[in-house]
Each structure stands twice: as C-alpha cells, then as structure tokens.
C-alpha cells in the first residue's frame, strides 16, 4: 500500500519542482539592478503586495521607486484623465521609465493599467526593452529625443 502511494505521488512531487509557480520577482529586480542607471524611475502597480516585493529586492539606492497609483483604489474610482494626470506627474523629470506590471492581477486591471502606461508613455517615451517573466511583465521607457 505505501508503495502504491510513494508511486502515485512521485509524479505530483516531479511537477511542484519542475514546473514553479512562485513570481520570480527577484529575478525581475535582478535584471533592472543590472540594467537601471542613476535617476531611473521604478513604476510598481501598488494594488498587491508588489510595491513591498520590489522594496524588499531593490539594491539600488539611485533609483526612484513609486507605487502607481498612490492608492490602488482610487484606480477604480477616478477617471482615466485623472490617472493619466497623476502618471504624467509621476515620471515628470525621468528620461527613463521602468514599469512593472504584475501579471496576476485579474485581467481587466492588467489590461486598464497597461493601457494608462501606454497610452500616456507613448506620446514622450519609446519602449526601448521588454522582459516577460513568471508573474510579471517589465517595460523600460527612455524620452525621445
């Protein structure tokens, strides 16, 4: 019988250890450590616990990091004029702009949220880099000249 059971879980303990579910957030801050300059900005989407896993992997003390938007909740209930104002204020004075966008988020805030990021950034910034990985998607945005 332990042996039936040893068997018949082996193929569940293979598939927790090859296939991760955990967000490689390290990863991603990993990545932007080595590729950020000094002045870049960090967007984090604050409506989890993002803002928090970014602060907590950052080794960078020369980029500035914001939570947009301030308050997640007012997300919802402000306008899109009104998000694309506060997003216009807070990469005001950044020639580089590094999104992160969590991935699992339900999907009409993912796609509301992209959406303001483009179609604010598109008009003064070029997507210059784009890196998928488990749980989020990264954009670096530089001012055109």
């Known amino acids: 019988m332990v042996g039936v059971i040893l068997v018949l879980s ?11 579910t955990k967000s490689d957030a ?5 990545y932007i ?5 000094r002045g870049d900005l ?51 004075g950044h020639d580089r702009v590094w999104i992160i966008n969590s ?12 959406a303001l990021y483009q179609k604010t950034l598109n008009a003064s910034y070029a997507t210059t880099d784009s890196k998928s990985y488990l749980g989020y998607d990264v954009q670096l945005y530089e001012k055109r000249a």
Do not use: C
């Open 103 to 114: 991935t699992t988020q339900p999907d009409h805030t993912f796609n509301l949220v992209k």
């Open 26 to 30: 390290r990863d991603v801050m990993s």
């Open 33 to 37: 450590d080595g590729n950020a300059k």
């Open 10 to 20: 082996a193929s569940s303990v293979q598939s927790y250890y090859l296939n991760p």
């Open 42 to 92: 960090v967007l984090v989407y604050s409506g989890d616990t993002d803002a928090l896993i970014f602060n907590w992997y950052n080794n960078r003390t020369d980029l500035t990091a914001k939570d947009f938007p301030a308050n997640y909740v007012n997300l919802w209930s402000k306008s899109t004029e009104q998000n694309i104002q506060e997003l216009n204020s807070d990469v005001a």
